[in-house]
C-alpha cells in the first residue's frame, strides 16, 4: 500500500503560480511512477502531468504544457507540480496517483493509489 497526501492547493489570482506537493508513505517510492490529476465540476478527471520511476520521462497535457513542471525527489518521497499563469480553467481538485511500475501513463485506470485531492481555485 502506498498513502499520498497532496498539499498547497487554495485561492490564487488569474497570472499567478502554484505549486502542488504530494508526499507518499508506505512502500518503496522509486518503484512507482507518479502522475497529477484534476477533476473540475462537471468533467472528467484528466491528467495533468505524469513522471516515470527515475524522473528523465515526463508528460504534459497540452493544457498546461510550456507553463508547468513536475519534478520528484526519491529520497524524500516527494512529487510535485508547479503551475505558472495560472488561467480559471485550471480550477479543479487536483489528485496525486501512484502506479506500479517504472513507466509513464497517462490513464487513470491505470494507476494504483490517490490521494484524497487538493482544491485549487483560480480567480478571475
Known amino acids: 500500500q502506498v498513502q499520498l497526501v497532496e498539499s498547497g492547493g487554495g485561492l490564487v489570482q488569474a497570472g499567478g503560480s502554484l505549486r502542488l506537493s504530494c508526499a507518499a508513505s508506505?512502500?518503496?517510492?522509486?518503484?512507482?511512477?507518479m502522475g497529477w490529476f484534476r477533476q473540475a465540476p462537471g468533467k472528467e478527471r484528466e491528467i495533468v502531468a505524469a513522471?516515470?520511476?527515475?524522473?528523465?520521462?515526463?508528460y504534459y497535457a497540452d493544457s498546461v504544457k510550456g507553463r508547468s513542471a513536475i519534478s520528484r525527489d526519491n529520497a524524500k518521497n516527494t512529487v510535485t507540480l508547479q503551475i505558472l499563469s495560472l488561467k480559471p480553467e485550471d480550477t479543479a481538485v487536483y489528485y496525486c496517483?501512484?502506479?506500479?511500475?517504472?513507466?509513464?501513463?497517462?490513464?487513470?485506470?491505470?494507476?494504483?493509489?490517490w490521494g484524497q485531492g487538493t482544491q485549487v481555485t483560480v480567480s478571475s
Open positions: 496517483a501512484a502506479r506500479t511500475g517504472s513507466g509513464v501513463t497517462t490513464r487513470a485506470d491505470e494507476y494504483d493509489y
Open positions: 508506505g512502500r518503496t517510492f522509486s518503484n512507482y511512477a
Open positions: 513522471m516515470d520511476w527515475s524522473g528523465f520521462r515526463t
